[in-house]
């Protein structure tokens, strides 16, 4: 009797430690499984022309789905049924399905976004009104970085759905400066300085299609636009040095940007009037420069 129990437990002290070791050799290569594609995100993107979101996305998928595999299988080896365990998985999946459409409407649109090549990973974006650099195309949602340095998370539907606006698609951008001068000043010669400075400018790409002209009458001077070709990379701080040197220019060749000013005559006059102690009809400009004698 005491053989036959000291032989039931050995066995089943071996079925366990069996079924462990199993799980144990499962969880290992499971997780050397996705080490091994981890580190091969930029190798496989080279070898098979994706772009690094599509492979982050299908590693990511990869993931969830060898979690579920191993949980199963971890089950299946302790001894546990699962085919009526994966029945229910998929009875509840289906019911999560209807709860979550927006979940899987977010899933699926990562995929297109993933497979269309919308965007590239570091490109410069503007989506539903945040402009960023592209961080990460998850299962459910989109990570940009603005330039102040923020994380913005935006569901995948919400991309799709909205317009994308991708600065860093083509190598150029076309970028407007205005610049204003005073009426008194001559256009033409506004216009041949700025041209000039264009033509000898090094952050400006195409030379042959720069565009100078007046674009409005203003309050207080003529408006002058200018439309270049400049990097995509180079875009703020080309526009930052180009108004610098225009500024430049123009106050070398005496040609005034004009500002809000404000002509005060006989304020000198009235201050005097006010010390004399004149009435308000004594303070007319006639009286007070020629006062009455008495």
Not at 111 to 128: M, P, Q, R, S, Y
Not at 215 to 240: I, K, P
């Amino acid at each position: 009797m005491e053989s036959l129990v000291t032989q039931v437990t050995f066995s089943g002290f071996f079925n366990a430690g069996k079924s462990l070791g199993s799980l144990l050799i499962l969880g290992l290569c499971a997780w050397l499984t996705l080490r091994w594609m981890a580190s091969r995100v930029e190798v496989l993107s080279e070898k098979l022309r994706l772009e690094p979101l599509v492979t982050e996305f299908a590693i990511t998928t990869a993931k969830v789905v060898l979690y579920i595999v191993v949980i199963i299988s971890a089950l299946s080896s302790l001894g546990i049924q699962t085919h009526s365990l994966v029945a229910a998985i998929g009875a509840a999946g289906l019911a999560i399905g209807l709860a979550l459409q927006n979940s899987l409407s977010n899933l699926a649109a990562g995929i297109l976004l993933a497979g269309n090549k919308v965007f590239k990973k570091k490109d410069h974006v503007e989506i539903n009104g945040v402009a960023g650099k592209v961080e990460s195309v998850g299962l459910l949602t989109t990570t940009l970085r603005t330039i102040d340095n923020k994380m913005v998370t935006i569901p995948n539907n919400s991309c799709l759905s909205n317009n994308i606006i991708n600065f860093s698609k083509f190598p150029t951008r076309r970028i407007d400066l205005q610049v204003s001068i005073a009426y008194e000043d001559e256009v033409a010669e506004a216009k041949r300085l700025l041209v000039k400075l264009f033509d000898s400018s090094s952050l400006v790409i195409d030379k042959t299609d720069v565009v100078v002209g007046v674009e409005s009458f203003g309050e207080y001077g003529v408006n002058l636009l200018a439309r270049v070709w400049v990097a995509t990379d180079n875009v703020l701080v080309a526009q930052m040095e180009l108004l610098e040197q225009i500024k430049a220019i123009f106050d070398e060749s005496k040609i005034t940007i004009p500002y809000p000013r404000v002509d005060i005559s006989g304020f000198a006059e009235y201050s005097l009037a006010l010390a004399r102690g004149q009435s308000e009809a004594a303070r007319a400009p006639e009286n007070i420069l020629a006062p009455k004698q008495n």
